[in-house]
């Protein structure tokens, strides 16, 4: 015999099945709503859900007289088995051009001026006409990449200027 519909309202049939001490919805929580009383709409472009494999949004498989939904993990992030560097580069002159060898298989950067804006540029010779300005406080984020061989170019606006360099590589 299935169980007598719930007669609980929908925020509370919500407080039941969501696991605050872990910020999730539990897996094997159970609900029943009576028929018609909540409509819940999921939508891929207005909400912060995604379903399926980025292609095929929604697809489900039926066994016997069950319909599952098939859900696809697609991990597009830093892969986990990259391994975090951090560098300190020393800018003793300000406005004089300083080099930085990125090492190989970087796949993650963040660069950030420790006491005065910088100037940074991918060729030799331009981090003083054709470069991007990192101000103070400010950090600049290079994510998914794949470096062999990249050296980054930059400038301070003051002497005696670090810039720090953190980054995963594989």
Known sequence: ??????????????????????????????????????EVIISHTDDSIRLGDGTSLITATTVGPKVGLDV????????ATTQPFVANVQVLNANIEVSYNVPDNTKVLFIRPRNGSIKLAFVSG?????????????????DNI?????????????????????????
């Open 1 to 38: 015999m299935p169980p007598s519909p719930s007669l609980l309202d929908f925020t509370q049939i919500l407080q039941r099945v969501f696991d605050e001490a872990n910020g999730r919805l539990r897996t094997d929580a159970q609900a029943t709503v009576v028929a018609g009383s909540l």
């Open 146 to 170: 794949n470096s062999s061989g990249a050296v980054l170019y930059f400038q301070s606006s003051t002497n005696n200027d670090v810039v720090e360099i953190h980054g995963w590589n594989v």
């Open 72 to 79: 696809n993990v697609v991990n597009q992030g830093v892969e």
């Open 126 to 142: 331009q981090s003083g006409t054709t470069y991007l300005t990192i101000n103070k406080g400010g950090v600049y984020t290079v």
